[in-house]
């Protein structure tokens, strides 16, 4: 025999809780009261599609907004549907506050952009959200299935673009976890997506690079005599005298640029090691600061802003594209430069006289076992030996390679 179900009174929703976990009290006939450990108190009314035979739910409003009585008729509204064999999700206006993906993923990005490390990151998030909502960004919460998801998943990966499907796969995942903790759904089908089976394994591949010394300069040169936008040009000498990852050189500010203690500072939510990390100024690459800085300073905070807007750095792209336009496509990218360097710098050790230590650390990399030892200006008079020796170096074998 069904447990009978004693109609909630206003008084004892109104003397509810917060509790750790979400809890629910029912109302009888599919109507509930729902009470989040974030403090959201709403009714929700709970059904079976007709001649689908699946559970839905619909979200009726929040307490007190909502009152037991309004929330009642409404629930009685769909019950008189439902009798008439017509979903009350179908309806126009049915539902008096919906939890559309489109609404949740945007809140998720809003508190997400607070604690992310790099503007960068954030960016992307939001590009692949946008993805997202391409595909069901319009549905309620609780309507999303995983064959939604799957198709969105697999059509990336279809495009041979299986890294993007897994990062929209480990977001998706992300924003579920947030929609639960706002009460808004019980489980995380995402979760319940495996992605080695959706998503074709691939090999990793290094990035292209040049590693022939004459070659080397060949390029540098054809960088130097570059018609193409002058940003690029200068990002991209910049590039190969600091080798920094790629997303440092176009999110470069100048708020992090010291020109009297020769030094440029990026701080450890910009870097992919999460520390803060010096650049040691040579009068090479001060030399290609200020030329940026008579186009960009005081009208963008980034050092090399985009050709299109001033209120934007480079695109991702950019840098890649411009080494094509000069013939490298497949020979060398722009993350290349930090493989070049490495091995140039660690081939001439015995001419520069720097450990591989200073090396490495000029290349921010740092071993996990010493995070908590390091020190951003660790090595750094040595490094500053370093990026000296290294920028002279660029400058000699460009005159050999203008001899031969």
């Given at each position: 025999?069904?447990?009978?179900?004693?109609?909630?009174?206003?008084?004892t929703l109104a003397k509810t809780k917060v509790k750790d976990k979400q809890y629910i009290l029912n109302d009888g006939d599919?109507?509930?009261?729902?009470?989040?450990?974030?403090?959201?108190r709403f009714f929700r009314f709970d059904y079976t599609r007709p001649n689908r035979g699946k559970r839905n739910s619909l979200t009726i409003g929040n307490y007190p907004e909502i009152t037991l009585g309004e929330a009642r008729e409404k629930r009685a509204e769909y019950r008189k549907l439902l009798t008439l064999k017509i979903d009350p999700a179908k309806q126009k206006n049915a539902v008096t506050i919906q939890d559309l993906f489109k609404d949740i993923s945007a809140d998720y990005l809003a508190v997400v952009k607070k604690s992310v490390?790099?503007?960068s990151?954030?960016?992307?998030?939001?590009?692949?959200?946008?993805?997202?909502?391409?595909?069901?960004?319009?549905?309620?919460f609780i309507e999303i299935e995983i064959r939604d998801i799957s198709k969105l998943i697999t059509y990336y990966d279809k495009q041979n673009k299986h890294e993007t499907a897994r990062r929209v796969l480990r977001l998706l995942k992300s924003i579920y976890k947030y929609a639960i903790s706002r009460g808004i759904i019980k489980h995380n089908i995402a979760n319940d997506i495996d992605s080695n089976i959706l998503i074709a394994k691939v090999k990793p591949i290094s990035f292209a690079h040049i590693d022939d010394e004459k070659e080397f300069a060949i390029l540098l040169n054809s960088i130097d005599d570059y018609f193409g936008d002058i940003m690029t040009k200068y990002a991209l000498q910049f590039q190969s005298m600091t080798f920094l990852r790629p997303e440092n050189v176009r999110f470069l500010r100048?708020?992090?640029i010291d020109f009297e203690k020769k030094q440029i500072v990026y701080p450890e939510t910009e870097m992919k090691n999460k520390l803060k990390f010096v650049v040691p100024l040579t009068e090479q690459i001060e030399t290609v600061l200020l030329a940026a800085a008579a186009l960009s300073k005081g009208r963008s905070e980034f050092v090399f802003p985009s050709p299109t807007s001033n209120l934007k750095p480079l695109s991702e792209n950019t840098l890649n594209q411009a080494l094509q336009r000069l013939g490298y496509k497949g020979k060398m990218t722009s993350h290349g430069f930090r493989h070049s360097a490495s091995t140039f710098l660690n081939e001439n050790k015995h001419i520069h006289k720097v450990s591989g230590d200073v090396i490495e650390a000029q290349m921010a990399h740092i071993d996990s076992s010493v995070r908590g030892i390091y020190n951003?200006?660790?090595?750094?008079?040595?490094?500053?030996?370093?990026?000296?020796w290294w920028c002279s170096y660029l400058d000699r074998v460009k005159k050999l390679a203008d001899k031969d």
């Open positions: 025999m069904p447990k009978k179900v004693i109609p909630l009174a206003d008084t599919g109507l509930r009261f729902i009470v989040t450990p974030q403090g959201r490390d790099a503007d990151t954030y960016l992307n998030y939001k590009r692949y959200v946008k993805y997202m909502n391409a595909e069901f960004g319009d549905k309620d100048w708020a992090r951003h200006a660790e090595y750094l008079p040595e490094r500053f030996k370093l990026l000296g």
